[in-house]
């Protein structure tokens, strides 16, 4: 918990407001009970009042004191509606976007998009899609982003590190790729990490010659364009990036060789593996996925999550909207 802990001191008495659009389910209300009675962060529950304390009694969770808002009954409903029709572009009526935003997901999105309150977590009945695409309809990427994408946080005693795309892109091109680096780096700092990136491949600096290790050394090259102060290398196998003797030996001029801690998968695919490989086999605690690349900060939960993923994943949510 200490890098829970250090996140804590981050946002304490900043008084930033995480919406909680899945308030029917009692992991997302155990959740915001402990993060309201510790005063971490300000969490907004979207549901039904009566439904909403009514099942929270039922399993004995003190949800007094926090903000309910029924989107039936949102007494500025019609600005948002308004807002809404105007970020879509012509592409949605008012009639439709009246449906839509009874959605709680599009609620919830849009609360954070007008300002409302400062990021979501969403995810735990709700499917990826379901989460990420109001998200990139409303929200929308950062300038100078094309693509929205998950990273993982790989905790194990002192040793942390970040582990993307691991949640979204099944396949990116070389631009797409540098794009994920680049963000993952911004990602790291939030946990305390000086970030060096490691472009991963099943080639170490053209050892083989694939047009798939290509892509890698491409997006390397992209990646130092965007930000020329970030340590980045590849492309290098995931040997090379970790074990300085490897390193040494495959990549010996690299800064990054041997020391990386933020690990860039060359597709979805990988990723997703290497992620549940490192958690299952080698015993590290996965956060995330952690949505990089959005305007505002909006978190995807596993519907497998529990009531500690929820916690944990609000208050890394509340401190990316810091940055």
């Known amino acids: 918990m200490e890098l829970i802990d250090g996140l804590k001191a981050q946002i304490q008495g900043k008084n930033i407001k995480i919406v909680l659009p899945e308030a ?29 304390n009514s099942i929270a009694a039922d399993n004995k969770i003190d949800i007094e004191g926090i903000e309910i808002i029924d989107s039936n009954n949102y007494a500025e ?29 599009y609620f919830a999105t849009m609360l954070t998009y007008m300002g409302k309150v400062d990021g979501m ?26 693509r929205t994408s998950g990273a993982f946080v ?38 305390g990490i000086d970030p060096k990136v490691a472009m991963l491949s099943f080639s170490t600096m053209g050892s083989a010659k694939h047009d798939l290790a290509t892509k890698v050394e491409e997006a390397t090259k992209m990646a130092k364009e965007l930000d020329p102060t970030l340590p980045i290398d590849g492309e ?11 390193g040494a030996q495959k990549a010996p001029e690299s800064a990054v060789a041997g020391k990386a801690n933020v690990f860039v998968f060359p597709s979805l695919e990988a990723g997703n593996i290497g992620y549940k490989i490192a ?9 995330g996925p952690i949505l990089q690349g959005l305007n505002k900060p909006i978190t995807d939960l596993s519907r497998g999550c529990n009531e500690e993923d929820v916690y944990k994943l609000s208050i890394i949510t509340a401190c990316q909207s810091l940055n």
């Open 77 to 105: 409903f019609d600005e948002m509606v308004a807002s809404f029709v105007e970020r879509r572009k012509g592409k949605v009526t008012e009639e439709d976007a009246r449906k839509m935003l009874l959605d709680e997901n």
């Open 279 to 287: 958690q299952r086999l080698g015993g590290f605690e996965a956060l």
């Open 121 to 146: 977590v969403s995810g735990a009945i709700h499917s990826t899609g379901d989460t990420v695409r109001p998200a990139l309809q409303i929200v929308k990427t950062k300038p100078g982003v094309s």
């Open 24 to 52: 029917t389910d009692v992991r997302i209300l155990g959740a915001a009970s402990r993060l309201n009675k510790e005063g971490i962060l300000i969490p907004v529950l979207i549901g039904n009042e009566e439904k909403v």
């Open 236 to 246: 290098l196998q995931f040997d090379a990036a970790i074990v300085p003797s490897v």
């Open 154 to 191: 790989m905790l194990k005693d002192d040793t942390k590190y970040i582990f993307s795309d691991c949640a979204i892109n099944i396949e990116l091109d070389a631009e797409g790729l540098a794009g994920v680096a680049v963000e993952s780096a911004k990602t790291a700092k939030i946990f």
